[in-house]
């Protein structure tokens, strides 16, 4: 069994493995539009500008994400949108695509940096902002016919000091729909820019078709190029067709060669000839019997209505909790499976740090990340083993170089186009600072990074590129440096099982939200997620609701209070025990009788210490007036620091306490003493003439000095009720367990008396009273000062320790010293408590 309140009171780290659902929708909220224009009326009418509209997203109270422009004139740009509109209703979210994506990603695992993302989204909400309603879609409600084509194009060559960076994988999904009002067929097309720009031929400008060119497409590739490294572009175009998808080839994906012939871009005639319209492809009748045949039918003349860009937004909830994680310096930790890029554009909207030396790469370094273009061809052609002989080196003369090859590419969009006036150049690629800090890359690199290098990686915020074996391993890395770690993961992952039993304190969260369309939702979706949900909170410690995330927070708080009140308790119990015995011992060395029997050790041992022990356990907690303390790394070596402060507390606190016992012992026995009266006897007492003067016995003496010690303890045990608050602000008399506590120890003090004969009211004199009376305000004096010594202690040490540079890394923390205990507000706000003699400051904590 776990001790969550000790697990979760001395966390030191929270980590997040999932990203949708819990910090982010499920999916990725429209961010921009983009077509093209005319650009004025005095430009010629082919001078098309390229239009940018953004769009913003706002969560709703029923969890849904309401999408609206920026600019509240946009209707002056219907014609265009709903072009793009209509693109994406026929073309919208269904179950086909799914198949259609694994299959990429098998596909993406032999063509070098690339990566089958999923770019198409649930955007049915478009449709329906620009004006279409739910019955636009009637005349399409026939099962359309899917064609998926991808295209085996490596992707860029990695930057100088950047990390592991992927391309989408080349492809465009399209469907083919029967229009139930005319006897044609609508194509509507989804992809990457440049498998769609290969296709298209024509541009939308919102009120007629412009023969697309290679400005047109350069403008629409480098856009592409910019957003899809930080967030998700979507190129959408639209064919019409008179004939349907032929049996054979429905629902089929098709690999597109890298160097084929495209079709010459030309103007639209006003009139055509029978003969010229039947040699267009649009009218082409004969039936397609190979792969070259549909591709060339059905990947050609596109018209590019415009792309969609989207991105990942934040839940407000998420940016509340990193917050608030970070004023109690619970380090926040978000591993991304995403790419540096992308995953740094998140965790700022999450409010991380992901700047210079902020984040670590834990992707492998592959020997085929250094492929170019021409390498993939020469690998597809005489083998991977082959490329890198010098014998074989007259076949590479035979091929063309990169450039060539890319000129080949670009070029081959506006072949035959009026508007080329010069060669196609090479598209620049998207310049991006690269992280050139030395942190490792790679999970084998971590480790002997920590050891030779620095401690970087266990102090940044964000951890990308990450794979379940990865996190796995880096939590263990984690763990073996000291951190206690909880782990939070989505409960519909099952790869987060491992990563569940190996953490420290681990919580499921069931997403919010779905994968579903967000118009049309599937209504069995949530029992599907309420039935994972249980079964993956076998693999957990505990299940949590996604409306209740923000509650991990204050559970930290108040788990903290209480670690911190069992080990103040404990403390004192050690401390008072040490006390006792260093009070028989100090008897036995001087040759006196012992200072308490076996029934008063008994009772003070078994009784008085565990009452008062507990009675500031339970010590009641206000978040609007307690400190909160933090807890440092897990360590079994003790600090120096620890060790001087529980040696000078316990030579201040407790040992005068038990010097004075010893001495109120000592004086009680030599003046009840008489010249027969030895001091090792047994008894101690004589006859007298007069009742008054009969001295006391050695056991009345040690009544009096166990009332003695109770009073002391219960005074004692006063400064470890509110450890960092004094007296006069928090009173111990108002923790109710705490006072209660000390009138059981007192009264078992008095009906132990009473009951071994001793009648404490006839034994007491005005010398023990009065002693008692000045010895309980002293040490209440002296406590008082030592509590105030670490009061301003830990004031001195906060603005120390709310900002520690670490290798250019700056943790910061909102962190207040609190006032109560310093300049003596009553209405102290929360403060975060990192020196205290119960928590000793450990340097190495971020």
């Given at each position: ?18 990203k949708k659902g819990l910090l982010s929708p499920m999916n990725p909220c429209l961010d921009k539009v983009i077509f093209f224009r005319p650009t004025s009326e005095e ?317 670590v790469s834990l992707a492998e370094v592959c020997e085929n990340d250094g492929r170019t273009l021409k390498d993939f061809f020469l690998a597809k052609v005489y083998g ?202 100090f008897t036995a060395v001087s040759f006196l009788p012992l200072l308490f029997d076996y029934d008063q050790v008994f009772l003070t041992v078994f009784v008085q210490l ?237």
């Amino acid at each position: 069994m776990k001790d969550f309140v000790a697990l979760i009171g001395s966390l030191t780290g929270t980590s997040f493995f999932d990203k949708k659902g819990l910090l982010s929708p499920m999916n990725p909220c429209l961010d921009k539009v983009i077509f093209f224009r005319p650009t004025s009326e005095e430009q010629p009418k082919d001078s098309l500008s390229l239009e940018i509209m953004d769009l913003s997203s706002e969560l709703n109270y029923d969890g849904s994400w309401s999408v609206d422009f920026d600019d509240p004139n946009w209707s002056r740009f219907g014609s265009n949108l709903k072009a793009i509109g209509q693109c994406l209703l026929m073309n919208r979210c269904d179950s086909s695509f799914t198949p259609f994506l694994d299959h990429l990603s098998a596909v993406a695992s032999t063509v070098p940096r690339t990566i089958a993302t999923a770019c198409r989204r649930c955007s049915c909400v478009f449709p329906q902002l620009i004006g279409f309603e739910q019955s636009s879609a009637e005349q399409f409600r026939k099962l359309p016919q899917t064609l998926g084509f991808y295209q085996r194009r490596p992707g860029e060559a990695p930057l100088p000091g950047l990390t592991k960076h992927q391309t989408p994988l080349e492809m465009a999904y399209a469907t083919v729909h029967a229009d139930d009002r005319s006897l044609y067929y609508h194509m509507s097309c989804q992809g990457t820019a440049n498998l769609v720009l290969e296709a298209c031929t024509h541009v939308w400008d919102g009120e007629s078709l412009i023969p697309i060119s290679e400005r047109l497409c350069k403008t629409a590739a480098d856009f592409y190029q910019r957003h899809s490294v930080t967030g998700y572009c979507l190129a959408l175009s639209y064919r019409p067709s008179v004939r349907p998808v032929e049996d054979p080839f429905k629902n089929t994906y098709f690999e597109v060669p890298l160097l084929r012939d495209r079709p010459r871009i030309g103007n639209l005639v006003r009139t055509h000839s029978l003969d010229s319209s039947q040699d267009d492809a649009f009218f082409d009748s004969a039936p397609q019997k190979t792969v070259e045949d549909v591709i060339q039918r059905y990947l050609t003349g596109h018209v590019l209505c415009g792309m969609i860009v989207t991105q990942y937004e934040v839940m407000p909830q998420a940016v509340q909790l990193v917050d608030q994680l970070e004023n109690l310096c619970v380090r926040f930790v978000y591993f991304s499976r995403e790419n540096e890029l992308r995953s740094r554009v998140f965790a700022e909207k999450l409010g991380l740090e992901a700047g210079w030396n902020c984040h670590v790469s834990l992707a492998e370094v592959c020997e085929n990340d250094g492929r170019t273009l021409k390498d993939f061809f020469l690998a597809k052609v005489y083998g991977t083993e082959n490329i890198n002989n010098p014998a074989d080196s007259g076949y590479k003369k035979n091929f063309k170089s990169d450039e060539q090859l890319h000129l080949i590419y670009s070029s081959s969009y506006v072949q035959g186009s009026p508007s080329v006036k010069k060669q196609s150049q090479v598209v620049p690629k998207v310049v991006v600072l690269p992280n050139k800090a030395q942190l490792p890359t790679g999970i084998a690199a971590v480790r002997p990074h920590l050891e030779q290098v620095d401690n970087v990686p266990l102090l940044v915020s964000l951890i990308t590129d990450c794979t379940s074996q990865a996190n796995l391993e880096m939590l263990e890395i984690m763990q073996e440096y000291g951190e206690l770690v909880l782990a939070i993961g989505s409960s519909l992952s099952v790869a987060n099982t491992n990563i569940f039993l190996q953490a420290d304190v681990s919580m499921s969260v069931l997403p919010l939200g779905d994968w579903s369309c967000s118009v049309n939702p599937s209504r069995d979706w949530q029992q599907i997620k309420e039935m994972v949900d249980r079964l993956m909170g076998t693999a957990c410690d505990f299940r949590l609701a996604y409306d209740r995330i923000l509650a991990i927070p204050p559970l930290i708080v108040a788990c903290r209070h209480r670690l911190a009140s069992v080990r103040g308790s404990l403390a004192f119990h050690l401390f008072a025990s040490c006390m006792l015995s260093t009070s028989l011992l100090f008897t036995a060395v001087s040759f006196l009788p012992l200072l308490f029997d076996y029934d008063q050790v008994f009772l003070t041992v078994f009784v008085q210490l565990p009452c008062l022990t507990l009675g500031s356990v339970f010590t009641p907690f206000h978040p609007t007036a307690n400190v909160i303390r933090i807890s440092s790394k897990n360590s079994n070596d003790v600090q120096r620091q620890s060790i001087s402060w529980a040696a000078v507390n316990f030579l201040v606190g407790f040992l005068p306490t038990s010097l004075y016992l010893v001495m109120v012992f000592f004086f009680l026995l030599v003046g009840n003493a008489t010249v027969a009266c030895s001091f090792a006897d047994v008894v101690c007492s004589v006859a007298s003439d007069h009742l008054s003067d009969v001295p006391l016995s050695t056991l009345s003496i040690r009544h009096i000095v166990g009332l003695h010690q109770a009073l002391s303890l219960c005074v004692l045990s006063s400064a470890w009720v509110y450890p960092l608050s004094s007296f006069w602000h928090s009173n111990p008399l108002a923790c109710l367990p705490w006072t209660a506590s000390c009138v059981v120890c007192l009264v078992a003090q008095v009906l132990f008396s009473y009951a071994s004969g001793v009648a404490l009211h006839k034994v007491l004199s005005i010398f023990s009273v009065s002693g008692i009376v000045v010895w309980t305000f002293f040490i209440l004096i002296v406590n008082e000062l030592v509590k105030l010594r670490s009061i301003r202690s830990f004031a001195r040490e906060q603005p120390r320790t709310a900002s520690i540079p670490q290798h250019g890394l700056f943790v910061t923390s909102a962190v207040r010293v609190e006032q109560e205990g310093v300049t003596g507000c009553p209405n102290a706000p929360i403060s975060v408590a990192w020196l205290h003699p119960l928590f000793p400051h450990d340097d190495t904590h971020p």
